[in-house]
């Protein structure tokens, strides 16, 4: 954003300041209209939307904290500073409550000004670029299907396609690994344009402590605790009209508990150290793997808000419970993985299909995706056998994995860790060559000659 496409609202009672303050951001090159009260600053905030509003605090007709409250309801995205004479440690705090960005204290000169809303206007475009940023992430994620022909999966898909255009929250319930996320994906991917147009965005309630989840979803005002340097908008605002997944929402705090229940029940919130609410337009989508009526029964999980997120619920089968679905799913992970890791033509012996049906996949389909990725790299020929996968009920993997080695010759066993391990390692590094020969400790030349040897394909 140049400064010519940067609007600035001037608001004070003395000419001379907004004609000063005027002349000093015009010659910057920015679009400015200026205002001699407060009634005429939320007027004209209302009709410009400008990107910054510079206000006086004390304006005969409206004090400069009024008007910024009426200019952040008429347009949310309008960030303010203010103007005053009267800056005591009270008022700066205040003003940060209500939503200011900063304050300006009189009288100033000229290259302070200019340097005042130099950095503001950065703060802001820095802001819109985060969020322009994350919504091109999301638009252009490429989508994983959901791959199944199980009656049970079939079931849970047709409550998929009939409560997509709605905009019922919606609880997805089912065991760690059964495809929960895709599900909600594809319940925000079909929905209305309207509300596919808004992005996705995902929290895991259970990752984060009480505090950090409260910010990450409503956000904080400026001062709002001591690091707090910086006013920033939660996924509450950032979702807009799209779609705000809640994983994990049984281990969400009572207090948290509380205040969700107040979004779903009012359509508004308040950020952490706000006093203003702004309202919330998103859809919700909650999951768990836990019984929340059973939680609801043993104190552990408010019954309000369990109602209020059983409005509709789909259920995902374990993948014990698809058995059909187990070979579908591990063609379409082998596949995947045997182009990522280089080893196309991959296939699975009779013996080794038969193992994976056998197998009860405590984790699911998580756990099935992880075995294949193991399996194809560690695989000895074109064809995958039973031994290979590792299956065993004690679900001691990792023992017989060591085993399987240990029954190799020296040098092929160090050839099977190190292409593992350069893998793995290449895989957390994005495929960066050069972060992935700082994390292990080798010059890149050496590690690209490896990376050539064990038909790895890295991305820079």
């Given at each position: 954003m140049n400064a010519a496409q940067c609007r600035v609202l001037v608001a004070d009672d003395e000419a001379s300041i907004v004609s000063f303050v005027r002349k000093a951001l015009t010659d910057e090159g920015y679009v400015v209209c200026t205002a001699s009260g407060g009634h005429d600053a939320v007027e004209l905030a209302t009709r410009e939307q400008p990107h910054l509003a510079l206000l006086d605090l004390m304006m005969p007709d409206m004090s400069g904290l009024d008007a910024l409250k009426l200019i952040r309801e008429a347009s949310p995205s309008t960030r303010v500073m203010i103007i005053t004479a009267f800056a005591t440690a009270e008022t700066a705090v205040e003003a940060m409550k209500q939503g200011a960005l900063d304050y300006i204290i009189k009288p100033f000169s000229l290259e302070e000004i200019k340097l005042q809303v130099r950095r503001a206007l950065a703060e802001i475009e820095l802001s819109r670029e985060n969020y322009a940023l994350k919504e091109e992430l999301e638009r252009t994620r490429p989508e994983r299907p959901i791959i199944g022909e199980s009656a049970a999966l079939?079931?849970?898909?047709?409550?998929?396609?009939?409560?997509?255009?709605?905009?019922?929250?919606?609880?997805?319930?089912?065991?760690?690994?059964?495809?929960?996320?895709?599900?909600a994906r594809a319940l925000h991917r079909k929905g209305t344009a309207r509300r596919k147009g808004g992005p996705f965005l995902a929290v895991n309630c259970g990752a984060l402590s009480e505090s950090l989840l409260e910010r990450e979803l409503f956000g904080h005002e400026k001062g709002a605790f001591t690091s707090a340097d910086s006013c920033r908008e939660g996924l509450l605002e950032a979702v807009g009209e799209g779609t705000l997944f809640l994983d994990e929402i049984a281990e969400m705090s009572p207090n948290l508990q509380v205040k969700l229940l107040r979004v779903l029940d009012g359509n508004e919130y308040m950020r952490v150290g706000g006093t203003r609410p702004l309202k919330c337009h998103a859809r919700f989508i909650a999951a768990t793997n836990k019984e929340l009526g059973s939680l609801v029964k043993e104190g552990k999980f408010r019954?309000?808000?369990?109602?209020?997120?059983?409005?509709?619920?789909?259920?995902?089968?374990?993948?014990?419970?698809?058995?059909?679905?187990?070979?579908?799913?591990?063609?379409?992970?082998?596949?995947?993985?045997?182009?990522?890791?280089?080893?196309?033509?991959?296939?699975?012996?009779?013996?080794?299909?038969?193992?994976?049906?056998?197998?009860?996949?405590?984790?699911?389909?998580?756990?099935?995706?992880?075995?294949?990725?193991?399996?194809?790299?560690?695989?000895?020929?074109?064809?995958?056998?039973?031994?290979?996968?590792?299956?065993?009920?004690?679900?001691?993997?990792?023992?017989?994995?060591?085993?399987?080695?240990?029954?190799?010759?020296?040098?092929?066993?160090?050839?099977?860790?190190?292409?593992?391990?350069?893998?793995?390692?290449?895989?957390?590094?994005?495929?960066?060559?050069?972060?992935?020969?700082?994390?292990?400790?080798?010059?890149?030349?050496?590690?690209?000659?490896?990376?050539?040897?064990?038909?790895?394909?890295?991305?820079?």
């Amino acid at each position: 954003m140049n400064a010519a496409q940067c609007r600035v609202l001037v608001a004070d009672d003395e000419a001379s300041i907004v004609s000063f303050v005027r002349k000093a951001l015009t010659d910057e090159g920015y679009v400015v209209c200026t205002a001699s009260g407060g009634h005429d600053a939320v007027e004209l905030a209302t009709r410009e939307q400008p990107h910054l509003a510079l206000l006086d605090l004390m304006m005969p007709d409206m004090s400069g904290l009024d008007a910024l409250k009426l200019i952040r309801e008429a347009s949310p995205s309008t960030r303010v500073m203010i103007i005053t004479a009267f800056a005591t440690a009270e008022t700066a705090v205040e003003a940060m409550k209500q939503g200011a960005l900063d304050y300006i204290i009189k009288p100033f000169s000229l290259e302070e000004i200019k340097l005042q809303v130099r950095r503001a206007l950065a703060e802001i475009e820095l802001s819109r670029e985060n969020y322009a940023l994350k919504e091109e992430l999301e638009r252009t994620r490429p989508e994983r299907p959901i791959i199944g022909e199980s009656a049970a999966l079939k079931k849970a898909l047709e409550m998929v396609e009939k409560l997509a255009p709605d905009a019922a929250t919606v609880l997805i319930v089912g065991e760690t690994g059964t495809g929960k996320e895709l599900v909600a994906r594809a319940l925000h991917r079909k929905g209305t344009a309207r509300r596919k147009g808004g992005p996705f965005l995902a929290v895991n309630c259970g990752a984060l402590s009480e505090s950090l989840l409260e910010r990450e979803l409503f956000g904080h005002e400026k001062g709002a605790f001591t690091s707090a340097d910086s006013c920033r908008e939660g996924l509450l605002e950032a979702v807009g009209e799209g779609t705000l997944f809640l994983d994990e929402i049984a281990e969400m705090s009572p207090n948290l508990q509380v205040k969700l229940l107040r979004v779903l029940d009012g359509n508004e919130y308040m950020r952490v150290g706000g006093t203003r609410p702004l309202k919330c337009h998103a859809r919700f989508i909650a999951a768990t793997n836990k019984e929340l009526g059973s939680l609801v029964k043993e104190g552990k999980f408010r019954q309000d808000l369990y109602y209020r997120l059983n409005v509709v619920t789909v259920t995902l089968p374990p993948l014990r419970d698809r058995e059909r679905d187990v070979h579908l799913l591990a063609d379409c992970f082998l596949e995947r993985s045997s182009r990522a890791h280089g080893r196309t033509g991959l296939t699975f012996a009779p013996a080794a299909r038969d193992a994976l049906s056998a197998y009860q996949w405590p984790g699911n389909i998580r756990e099935l995706e992880n075995v294949i990725e193991r399996v194809t790299m560690l695989a000895k020929g074109p064809v995958v056998e039973a031994a290979d996968l590792m299956l065993e009920s004690t679900g001691k993997a990792e023992n017989l994995m060591l085993e399987a080695w240990c029954s190799l010759p020296h040098s092929e066993a160090r050839d099977i860790f190190e292409r593992f391990y350069i893998a793995k390692v290449l895989k957390s590094c994005g495929g960066n060559i050069t972060r992935t020969a700082e994390r292990i400790g080798i010059d890149r030349k050496n590690l690209e000659d490896k990376i050539k040897k064990h038909g790895l394909k890295p991305t820079g």
